[in-house]
């Protein structure tokens, strides 16, 4: 099984559970299926490009960045990949040549992006803005705990001299 595949349709059924049913019955190396009801997935079906020269191949593999490096991306319009990573929204955001790019959540719980013709890279990353904040109050708090620490033993040390 690969990474990341090229699908040639992608199909968007109304609700999570029409989904589900429908896995039953796709042929996932060829087609994508999705739910509309996911904000990110509103615009997503349609047919893309396809062809046997589009390479995708995983570059490097860490726990909060994937790079995947593309060939064979020609032609006008947009290919489609889908990737065996689950889909989870919060956090992950995908660039491809340095571009922003959203997330679909395919085949009920695989992520999926649109491509442009022509890429070269694609980049998946995790950062979430809440955990930068919470990571900067928690180094503040415990930089003042070791402050607070270092002045007690710096009273503590000067109050037996002066006994």
């Given at each position: 099984?690969?990474?990341?595949?090229?699908?040639?349709?992608?199909?968007?059924?109304?609700?999570?559970?029409?989904?589900f049913a429908a896995l039953d019955e796709y042929n996932e190396q060829t087609?994508?299926?999705?739910?509309?009801?996911?904000?990110?997935?509103?615009?997503?079906?349609?047919?893309?490009?396809?062809?046997?020269?589009?390479?995708?191949?995983?570059?490097?593999?860490?726990?909060?960045?994937?790079?995947?490096?593309?060939?064979?991306?020609?032609?006008?319009?947009?290919?489609?990949?889908?990737?065996?990573?689950?889909?989870?929204?919060?956090?992950?955001?995908?660039?491809?040549?340095?571009?922003?790019?959203?997330?679909?959540?395919?085949?009920?719980?695989?992520?999926?992006?649109?491509?442009?013709?022509?890429?070269?890279?694609?980049?998946?990353?995790?950062?979430?803005?809440?955990?930068?904040?919470?990571?900067?109050?928690?180094?503040a708090s415990s930089s003042l705990i070791i402050l607070l620490v270092l002045?007690?033993?710096?009273?503590?040390?000067?109050?037996?001299?002066?006994?």
């Amino acid at each position: 099984m690969c990474n990341a595949w090229f699908v040639k349709e992608v199909i968007a059924y109304g609700s999570s559970n029409t989904e589900f049913a429908a896995l039953d019955e796709y042929n996932e190396q060829t087609t994508a299926i999705t739910d509309t009801t996911f904000i990110n997935n509103s615009n997503v079906s349609g047919e893309y490009l396809y062809s046997e020269n589009a390479k995708i191949k995983l570059n490097e593999y860490r726990a909060n960045n994937i790079t995947y490096d593309v060939s064979g991306l020609e032609g006008d319009g947009n290919y489609y990949v889908v990737f065996s990573e689950i889909y989870y929204p919060l956090g992950w955001k995908i660039k491809i040549d340095g571009n922003l790019i959203d997330i679909n959540r395919v085949n009920y719980t695989l992520r999926g992006v649109k491509i442009p013709a022509g890429s070269k890279k694609i980049e998946m990353y995790y950062e979430l803005e809440s955990f930068n904040t919470l990571s900067n109050i928690a180094l503040a708090s415990s930089s003042l705990i070791i402050l607070l620490v270092l002045g007690l033993g710096y009273l503590s040390i000067y109050k037996k001299k002066d006994e």
